[in-house]
């Protein structure tokens, strides 16, 4: 039987997604980048934030596209 209740559904799909080791190490990275460009090469926090939220995208869509494997 499936569940209705959608919140519950996305928050169990939330802390899987956080879970995933691919997700996390991804999210790692994009966070090394951006604390690079904020203090080795003195980047706007419009640039920081633009690369986190690039690192993000980057790393929901690849471990979707890892799980459909």
Do not use: K, N, W, Y
Request: proline share 1%.
């Amino acid at each position: 039987m499936r569940s209705t209740d959608r919140p519950a559904t996305r928050v169990g799909g939330g802390r899987q997604l956080i879970a995933d080791e691919g997700f996390t190490i991804c999210m790692l990275v994009a966070v090394v980048v951006a604390a690079v460009l904020a203090f080795g090469f003195d980047a706007t926090a419009d640039t920081v934030v633009a690369m986190l939220a690039i690192g993000a995208g980057t790393a929901l869509a690849e471990t979707r596209l890892h799980r459909r494997r």
